[in-house]
C-alpha cells in the first residue's frame, strides 16, 4: 500500500473513531432528557396532554378553544402539558398558567428554532423527540388533540400504538373539532379497517368531541369508580414504554 492509500485509511480510520466516540457520549445526553423529565414531571400528576398546530394565530377558533380546554382542565385540578411552542401549544399554557393547576411546556430544539411560549410554570428542552414523547405519555391522564399538523398526528400515532399495542394502559384519546378529523377518522374506517390493519375494535380508543366542557367532563366520566392514578399492573407496564 503506497503512502496516499496508508494516509487516507488512516484519516478515515480517525474520521470513523471520531464518530464512533460522538455516537456513544450521545447515549450521556439522552440519558439526562430522561432524568431530568422524570424529576420535573413525577410531581405533576393528575396531568393531561393537549397537542395541536404551531401555526395557528391567536384569533383562531381553535386557540381559543384550545385555552378556554385548557383553563377548564386547570381549574379542575389538572396539570397541562404542552409542547411549549406557538400556536395552539402557546393557548394550552396560556390557559393552564391563568387557572389554579401547573403550566407544562415539553420544548423541542429544531433547525428553526422553536422560542418557548411565556406561559410555563416548567419549561423543560429536549433535543431528541423520541425522549420528549415519552414525557407527554409517561404522566398523562388524558390525550386531547386540537387540529395540527404531521407533529400532531405523529403524537396522536404514538398513543394510539401504545395502547393498541398494550405498552401503555389506556386512556381518554379525544380529538377536537369534528370537521377537521372527520377525513382521517373515515379514511380509519373505509380504508384501515376494511383492509384488515386495523380492527373496529379500535376505532373505540377515540372519542371526538367539540365542546369544551363535554371533553372534561369526558375525562371524569372515564375515571368514574377509579382514581386518577394507574393501578399496580398499569405501573409496571409503563415501565416498559
Known amino acids: 500500500m503506497d503512502n496516499k492509500n496508508t494516509e487516507s485509511h488512516a484519516e478515515e480510520s480517525a474520521g470513523l473513531e471520531n464518530l464512533l466516540t460522538r455516537e456513544s457520549w450521545k447515549i450521556f445526553q439522552i440519558m439526562a432528557e430522561f432524568v431530568d ?13 393537549i397537542f ?11 386557540y381559543l378553544k384550545a385555552e378556554k ?13 404542552s ?33 418557548p411560549n411565556t406561559y410555563q410554570d416548567i419549561s423543560l428542552n429536549f433535543r431528541h423527540f423520541f425522549t420528549r414523547k415519552v414525557m407527554f405519555v409517561k404522566y398523562a391522564t388524558a390525550y386531547i388533540v386540537l387540529p395540527g399538523g404531521f407533529g ?27 370537521a377537521f ?7 380509519f374506517k373505509n380504508t384501515m379497517v ?28 372515564f375515571y368514574h369508580g377509579r382514581t386518577f392514578e394507574p393501578s399496580a399492573e398499569e405501573q409496571e407496564r409503563m415501565l416498559r414504554l
Open 37 to 49: 423529565g422524570f424529576e420535573n414531571l413525577a410531581l405533576i400528576k393528575p396531568s393531561v396532554s
Open 52 to 62: 395541536g398546530s404551531a401555526r395557528t394565530p391567536e384569533d383562531s377558533p381553535y
Open 69 to 81: 380546554i385548557s383553563r377548564l382542565l386547570s381549574d379542575s385540578g389538572f396539570s397541562v402539558v
Open 83 to 115: 409542547g411549549g411552542g406557538p400556536g395552539i401549544m402557546e393557548a394550552v399554557n396560556k390557559g393552564a398558567h391563568a387557572g389554579k393547576s401547573t403550566s407544562i411546556g415539553l420544548n423541542i430544539m429544531l433547525p428553526h428554532e422553536q422560542v
Open 152 to 178: 400532531t398526528l405523529d403524537e396522536l400515532a404514538e398513543i394510539l400504538t401504545l395502547i393498541q399495542t398494550g405498552k401503555s394502559r389506556r386512556i381518554p384519546i379525544i380529538l377536537v373539532e369534528s
Open 181 to 187: 378529523w372527520q377525513g382521517l377518522l373515515e379514511w
Open 194 to 221: 376494511d383492509y384488515g390493519t386495523i380492527s373496529e375494535s379500535d376505532l373505540d380508543l377515540i372519542k371526538v368531541i367539540d365542546d369544551p366542557q363535554q371533553v372534561v367532563d369526558a375525562i371524569f366520566d
